[in-house]
């Protein structure tokens, strides 16, 4: 059982390339999230997803799409990288309630 | 719109004293969990709280809670140093979002 799994570890891009930040999850959870986690700002939810083929956006969506295609994963697109998008992102699943799963986080750079 | 604000920003110890946290939010919520996230890692969760208690305990870990005030708070007895971590509040606005307050870098000096 691995839990919430992320890939990419770290991943440097350039101003207005592209990427996708994986997420998945093995325990059946409904629920998902993507945040990001900046210096003295806390966590910010990006994107959340209740169930496959259902996303919504968080308090902060400008500059990421979502997709949620199946239970297990549920990817971040950055279409046009920006500088104000250097952060740690993080990937989050629950079952119900308040307990979410973390995954370990993904380090963006965009230089 | 819910928020959740959270102080201190960071907060020094000596091994054995006591840690206590802060955090104030606007609107009424179903769950005020805690979460402690060591370096590199993900948060994960700590301790929470339902708003019709006033206190929980787990082990060294104790959450008041002022329902009037619209504050509760973490305290941390005996704190180590593997405690050294930063702790985020949160309030649960049901089964979907979590709102989390700014974080507080914990460190425990022996």
């Known amino acids: 059982n691995a839990g919430v799994t992320q890939t990419p570890k770290f991943r440097i891009l350039k101003i207005g390339q592209s990427m996708t930040l994986q997420c998945a999850q093995d325990m059946n959870h409904n629920y998902m999230y993507w945040y990001r986690q900046d210096p003295g700002m806390g966590l910010k939810l990006i994107y959340y997803s209740v169930g496959a083929g259902i996303t919504d956006k968080g308090e902060v969506p400008n500059g990421y799409n979502v997709s949620r295609s199946t239970t297990e994963d549920f990817p971040l697109r950055l279409e046009l990288a920006a500088p104000s998008q250097t952060s740690v992102y993080f990937c989050a699943s629950s079952g119900t309630g308040y307990e979410q799963y973390f995954g370990p986080g993904t380090r963006l750079t965009v230089t | 719109q819910q928020q959740v604000k959270q102080s201190p920003q960071s907060l020094i110890v000596q091994k054995g004293g006591i840690s206590i946290i802060n955090c104030a939010y606007e609107?009424?919520?179903?769950?005020f969990p805690w979460y402690q996230q060591f370096p590199g890692k993900g948060p994960a969760l700590l301790i929470a709280i339902r708003p019709d208690v006033s206190e929980k305990k787990e082990g060294r870990f104790t959450i008041s809670f002022n329902k009037s005030a619209k504050q509760f708070s973490l305290h941390i007895m005996d704190s180590q140093p593997g405690d050294s971590a930063t702790y985020f509040c949160?309030?649960?606005?049901?089964?979907?979002?979590?709102?989390f307050g700014t974080g507080t870098r914990l460190q425990v000096f022996p």
């Open positions: 609107n009424t919520a179903f769950d």
């Open positions: 949160a309030a649960s606005q049901g089964t979907d979002k979590l709102i």
